[in-house]
């Protein structure tokens, strides 16, 4: 059984660029979540994807957008990059968009300078 | 505003100990509740998951339920210097149209003294 995989594993950018991350789901999961973890503390809620729609949302701005494909990979995709954008990007896939466990990838840390 | 608090730590405990985890959440809406346990450095790693009140027994990890009090706990027997990690605690919660969302807790720094 194949886990949760994310990429790029680290990415350093430039503030006001943009940048796509992505994440394959565990092998049988249709179900993609992304959150967001500052340093020290809890990782937060962005989104999630089921069957390729978007199927929930957290308290982020629109330039926080996301796809789910076909095989049920996804990709994070954030515009307009501030430096409080810095922070460890997960992905985590479960069995469904119902009550779950979900299991997470290893994270791409990002950079904003 | 939906709530998962914990104590920041660090909790020491000697190893052998039982190391004992608190958290406690707002919504009573919420129907399962998930430990992590995150290395530094590392990604979160399911470690527990409890849907009903009660204790759960796996190995040397209890999750402790109580949903009247809003109270979850986590319990690590015969503790050892590998289980010296951040453990964070989830709450999943309906948030409609078929839609779970997690919210965790800041996490508790555990270290276990050889």
């Known amino acids: 059984e194949t886990g949760v995989t994310q990429s790029p594993t680290h990415l350093i950018k430039t503030r006001g660029q943009q940048v796509t991350l992505r994440c394959s789901s565990q092998?049988?999961?249709?179900?993609v979540s992304w959150y967001q973890q500052a340093l020290g503390q809890g990782p937060q809620f962005i989104f999630q994807y089921y069957r390729e729609e978007e199927n929930g949302r957290g308290n982020f701005p629109p330039r926080f957008s996301g796809l789910q494909f076909p095989n049920y990979s996804s990709e994070l995709n954030v515009n307009a990059l501030e430096l409080d954008d810095s922070a460890l990007y997960l992905c985590a896939s479960s069995l469904g968009r119902g009550n779950y466990e979900q299991y997470f990838g290893p994270g791409t840390r990002l950079t904003v300078t | 505003q939906k709530e998962v608090e914990q104590n920041s730590g660090p909790l020491s405990v000697p190893e052998g100990a039982i190391a004992s985890l608190n958290c406690t959440y707002s919504?009573?809406?919420?129907?399962?509740f998930f430990w992590y346990r995150q290395y530094s450095g590392k990604s979160p790693e399911l470690i527990m998951s409890i849907y009903s009140n009660g204790d759960k027994e796996d190995g040397r990890f209890t999750a402790q339920l109580n949903k009247a009090s809003q109270y979850v706990s986590l319990l690590i027997r015969d503790s050892q210097p590998s289980d010296s990690a951040t453990y964070l605690c989830?709450?999943?919660?309906?948030?409609?149209?078929?839609?779970?969302?997690?919210?965790f807790g800041k996490g508790t720094k555990l270290s276990v003294i050889p």
């Open positions: 919504d009573r809406g919420s129907q399962s």
């Open positions: 989830a709450a999943n919660l309906f948030s409609g149209a078929g839609s779970y969302q997690l919210t």
């Open positions: 092998s049988g999961h249709n179900t």
